[in-house]
């Protein structure tokens, strides 16, 4: 059957994507974000780690025998504090809620029943989880919500030199643009990327809101320099094949 082997939701007809919409297929909706990611990254960041993620994860799901869909990313997200540094599209928060509530309940309508929010924006973290809750509550139907590196601090801690998991614009997030899009990586500027000043986040377990431009001079967290693309593969396969292990629990749909 043409596009049996598919994941991307818009490269199907509506025929095939009805044909899919049984209780165990798993509908991945990637959420990221536009924003500046200092001298030597292109703001499309994090659009392309959760569209990348993403894939993976769904042609690993499809490759064990599960079938999984990929809808368009959401690309806008919530931002407001990298606005100072230019570059940066932002949602408020009621925009966004309703944006993501919209697709979730869209896929919900033509029949899926495991729908999963993958984040691959810091900013979105705490919306997606709440939006993963009420979506759940509202819908009748299991929506996971997930930001893709705090589901693999213990991998893609064991693959990074100089940082425990993403930061931002950093090691690891270098390393997977390098290895998925090259062109958008200015190399000759990631010495200029490392911060000469640095205010760190609030400690865990406390949350407020600042500005990058009160944490960093560059707009990076973390330092850039030992990244590599052969580094970003090793996550951008961590982080599918975690996910696709706890995908295909079905425990976590019950």
């Not at 044909?19 to 959420?31: D, K, Y």
């Not at 959401?74 to 966004?96: C, K, R």
Request: charged share 20%; hydrophobic share 45%; glycine share 8%.
């Amino acid at each position: 059957m043409a596009g049996s082997q598919e994941v991307f939701w818009a490269r199907l007809t509506a025929a095939e994507i009805q044909s899919r919409a049984t209780p165990a297929t798993i509908v991945l909706i990637p959420v990221a974000s536009i924003e500046q990611h200092g001298p030597h990254l292109a703001v499309g960041v994090d659009t392309v780690l959760a569209t990348a993620v993403a894939e993976r994860t769904a042609r690993r799901l499809v490759d064990s025998g599960t079938q999984a869909l990929v809808t368009p990313t959401i690309w806008s997200g919530l931002a407001e504090h990298h606005m100072a540094f230019g570059g940066t599209m932002t949602l408020d928060l009621a925009t966004f809620m309703a944006l993501v509530g919209g697709i979730a309940r869209s896929v919900a309508r033509h029949g899926f029943r495991r729908i999963a929010l993958v984040n691959g924006h810091g900013g979105n973290t705490e919306a997606i989880a709440s939006s993963a809750i009420e979506l759940t509550r509202n819908l009748g139907v299991p929506v996971v919500g997930l930001t893709y590196w705090l589901a693999n601090a213990d991998t893609f801690g064991a693959i990074l030199e100089s940082q425990p998991n993403v930061m931002h614009a950093c090691e690891a997030e270098t390393s997977m643009m390098m290895a998925l899009a090259p062109d958008c990586v200015r190399a000759d500027r990631i010495t200029e990327a490392v911060p000469r000043k640095f205010a760190p986040p609030a400690p865990p377990g406390f949350k407020r809101s600042r500005g990058f431009d009160q944490m960093t001079d560059t707009g990076v967290i973390g330092d850039p320099r030992s990244a590599s693309a052969a580094k970003g593969e090793r996550l951008l396969d961590a982080a599918a094949a975690r996910l696709a292990e706890e995908f295909a629990r079905p425990e976590l749909w019950a």
